[in-house]
């Protein structure tokens, strides 16, 4: 976790030298600064503990997810991500707890629409489970109309089918 300022210097001195490279036609030399400058920039604006969090769910290492994202000070925007991943990890353990989660996650904001069709899914599998059925069926319509790439089609599906079972 490195300081953001830091990032930026670091960033902008890479930049600077990678131009200066190029100019003394060490070409290479120069595009190599540059593209690392500009990985400086990204990490900026994301969390690299959050990609680690995230790489390690997709494992299904929960334990290990939750001990890194007790690592993280956020910025704003990466608070309702950070949320949505702890929403993932709890439904695994505790309902209520998830879906505190993946409600703060929402009310914070999440920047990918497939990340808030599939939060939206997730709590309305949590509110099926809970037997409130009316809220589950408006959640799963909201998922649907986030899930612009038709990735959670088969899933929102398979959840209208268990509903009408309920």
């Known amino acids: 976790m490195i ?14 030298y990678g131009v200066y490279q190029i100019t003394e036609t060490f070409i ?7 593209i690392l400058s500009i990985l400086l920039v990204v990490l ?5 503990v959050l990609i680690f969090a995230f790489l390690s769910l997709r494992k299904q290492d929960f334990d290990r997810t939750e001990r890194i994202l007790k690592l993280i000070a956020l910025v704003k925007k990466q608070q309702g991500f950070y ?10 353990k ?20 497939h990340d ?3 939060a939206k899914l997730s709590l309305a599998g949590i509110m099926m489970q809970k037997r409130r059925k009316r809220e589950a069926q408006s959640l ?27």
């Open 3 to 16: 300081p953001k300022i830091i990032k930026l210097i670091a960033s902008i001195s890479l930049f600077g």
């Open 28 to 34: 290479g030399n120069g595009i190599f600064l540059i």
């Open 94 to 113: 505790n309902l209520t707890i998830a879906e505190k989660h993946f409600r703060e996650a929402l009310k914070l904001g999440l920047s990918m629409s």
């Open 140 to 166: 799963l319509t909201e998922a649907k109309s986030f899930d612009k790439h038709n990735m959670l089609t088969a899933q929102i599906k398979l959840m209208q089918e268990q509903m009408k079972r309920i």
């Open 83 to 92: 949320h949505y991943l702890n929403g993932l990890i709890q439904s695994q």
């Open 44 to 48: 900026y604006f994301k969390n690299e």
């Open 116 to 118: 808030i069709a599939m």
